[in-house]
């Protein structure tokens, strides 16, 4: 019998949840909890982290789990390099459910660089404000140039403090649209703008503002996973999971 473990954490994620339960899937769709309210989902739903590879492993086996989707975040490195670790020991088909990055058009004005390191050596050395679309993990590396202010967009309230001195947070969860990411830029006076290169919609409407604002963009490259099956649409998954021989309940 077919029992899909979907890793998620991104809107390709909630699409296929919801295609898999309408389609009448054994699944068990797993967050990693880095969010306070995550989105709800149509199908059973763990929160946490699995305990390195061989806590996945062992998941895996309890939990009778006959497939694999990673759909998490393209910056989620270590849950995929984990899940392709985990999925070669127990003989598990793995597919990466994965979005195409982000390329730039001809008015756009990025820069590329390979990590948080290079984002802060590209910000200039005179005061700027920078619009810092990289979630919450790695805020506090920008420390290293406190000359900057920072705006902030996260998912959940920030508390009492940021790790940032010099920094502003908006409560905001995506999709966003081109208006009012316009708008924010204008309105915040944002002269710069480092985001990872996640791709998709969702979060794509600042890099279109900042084309029309002629905004300079700081555009962290996507890390390192270990070469998996990767498909870029729902349908790319379906059909994988056809191939692999997954079918739905009483089918």
Known sequence: MTRLLLLGGTTEA????KTLADQGFDAVFSYAGRTDKPVPQPLPTRVGGFGGVDGLCAFLKAENITHVI????????Q??????????QTGVPLCAFERAPWTAQPADAWTHVPDLEGAIAALPHDPARVFLAIGKQNLAAFNAAPQHFYLLRLVDPP??????QNARAVVARGPFDVQGDTELLRSESITHIVAKNAGGAGAEAKLIAARALQIPVILIDRP????????DTLDGVLHWLADHGATPRGV
Not at 159 to 164: A, C, F, I, Q, S
């Open 159 to 164: 508390g009492e403090m940021l790790p940032l």
């Open 70 to 77: 990673d759909a998490t975040h393209p910056f989620a490195a």
């Open 79 to 88: 849950m995929s390099t984990n899940a392709v670790a985990a999925c070669a």
């Open 14 to 17: 909630s699409r296929l949840a």
């Open 224 to 231: 390192h996973v270990p070469q998996r099956s990767i498909r």
